[in-house]
């Protein structure tokens, strides 16, 4: 079982000519709403890979629930843990350039009332897999890795958004999944040693006992663990939107590796089903299925 315990999130999306800058106003194309969030994203994810899925995780009693929550019931993703609260649903608000990139702005609302209270719908046991990440209070996901450590359950912690508090837990997770700014940033806060990203990583990985993954966007991943560094090339494609392509790809991870596919494996499942997620607009509808990822694998093999 996968429990993904994290936010929830209404997504409201315009596609714009191009990103404005501070204090300027740009034209847009359109206007959607879907739903997001990255716990809910990746919990969709880990679903559409084909694993069972728990979602710990809150909404407010708005109209903005349902849909932020319609994908993951198709998705039959166990929502028993999820809670109704009286703040508002979390939204993000989201601006795509023709380019494919974006920028977020990121409202929390009933996400930051997931508190270490509820991790008892979690219902933890030995050989779980745990997906986390920073969109609800910190020492909610701290205390998450703390209790699935006691219940035999394998952690995977993505460190998004970026906040340097959470340097003081990264250790603590079994996998911790950034991309390559989050890591640059966490390793200052840690005062990792090394001339460039890949022995930081090694770094990271000796001091902790740990794995580190660092997602690079169109230059594929790297895995630092204590006694390996693994590199896996990227697809080659043409972004349409990056808009959770992150998210796909700690869901499909976590998947993998519940599922007991090989770390090189598990990364080279994980960024296809990434890149796969680029190639359609918005956050939970352009997650990729199973069969669809697994033919793309095959065909690049």
């Known amino acids: 079982m996968i429990i993904v315990i994290g936010s929830i999130n209404l997504d409201l999306i315009a596609n714009v000519d191009r990103l404005p800058s501070p204090g300027e106003t740009v034209g847009g194309s359109s206007f959607a709403t879907a739903p997001g969030g990255k716990g809910a994203n990746q919990a969709l994810a880990a679903a559409r890979a084909g694993a069972p899925v728990r979602m710990v995780g809150a909404v407010g009693k708005d109209s903005f629930a349902a849909e932020a929550l319609a994908l993951l019931r198709d998705g039959k993703v166990d929502l028993s843990g999820v809670a109704e609260t009286f703040a508002s649903t979390g939204t993000a608000l989201i601006m795509v350039g023709d380019d494919g990139e974006n920028i977020i702005a990121v409202v929390p609302g009933a996400n930051a009332s997931v508190v270490p209270g509820d991790l008892s719908k979690a219902f933890l046991k030995k050989g779980d897999v745990v ?8 020492a909610t996901v701290d205390a998450a890795l703390d209790q699935a450590r006691v219940a035999g359950a394998i952690t995977v912690l993505n460190t998004a958004p970026f906040q340097g508090e959470a340097a003081a837990f990264l250790g603590k997770a079994d996998y911790a999944v950034a ?4 890591f640059d940033l966490y390793g200052e806060a840690l005062s990792l040693n090394g001339r460039d990203r890949a022995a930081r990583m090694r770094d ?3 001091k902790t006992g740990r794995t580190i993954v660092v997602t690079l966007g169109g230059d594929g991943v790297m895995a630092a663990t204590p006694s390996d560094f693994l590199t896996v090339p990227a697809m ?3 972004p349409v939107d990056t808009v959770g392509a992150g998210d796909t ?7 993998s590796l519940s599922s007991g596919l090989a770390l090189d494996k598990a990364l080279a499942r994980a960024g296809a089903a990434g890149s796969l997620a680029c190639l359609k607009p918005g956050a939970q509808p352009a997650i990729p299925l199973a069969k669809d990822v697994d033919q793309a694998l095959q065909e690049t093999h």
């Open 131 to 138: 997906l986390l990440q920073h969109e609800i209070p910190l």
């Open 179 to 182: 991309n390559e700014t989050e």
């Open 204 to 206: 990271y990985a000796g």
């Open 236 to 238: 080659k494609i043409t």
């Open 249 to 255: 790809f700690c869901g499909y991870f976590a998947a």
